[in-house]
Nanobody
Framework: QVQLVESGGGLVQAGGSLRLSCAASGSIFSFLIMGWYRQAPGKQRELVATITSGGNTNYGDSVKGRFTISRDNARKMVDLQMNSLKPEDTAVYYC?????????WGQGTQVTVSS
């Protein structure tokens, strides 16, 4: 099993930046595809970004060019740098770890962007 703990959410003004972090437990971190997803009130959970064990990244269309995902396999951490934040980025952000036969979620961290 992999346990995930997110941190770094909060309140920021439009145009500002936040950095989210996700700490993982377990010994298989380097094999996992790690990702960030978000869910706004009344909406479905959506992809923000994913990163493979080899560092290949994929981003949701709404965050391309503004957000950057990164990982540190030695520290078992995955970060999400969010720049040029918009009010529509307001959501609960969830860390996800997956591989064949496994998909674990963190508890989520709130990000609120004021206009």
């Amino acid at each position: 099993q992999v346990q995930l703990v997110e941190s770094g959410g909060g309140l920021v003004q439009a145009g500002g930046s936040l950095r989210l972090s996700c700490a993982a437990s377990g010994s298989i971190f380097s094999f996992l595809i790690m990702g960030w997803y978000r869910q706004a009130p009344g909406k479905q959970r959506e992809l923000v970004a994913t990163i493979t064990s080899g560092g290949n990244t994929n981003y949701g269309d709404s965050v391309k060019g503004r957000f950057t995902i990164s990982r540190d396999n030695a520290r078992k951490m995955v970060d999400l740098q969010m720049n040029s934040l918009k009010p529509e980025d307001t959501a609960v952000y969830y860390c996800n770890a997956r591989m064949v036969g496994l998909s674990n979620w963190g508890q989520g961290t709130q990000v609120t962007v004021s206009s």
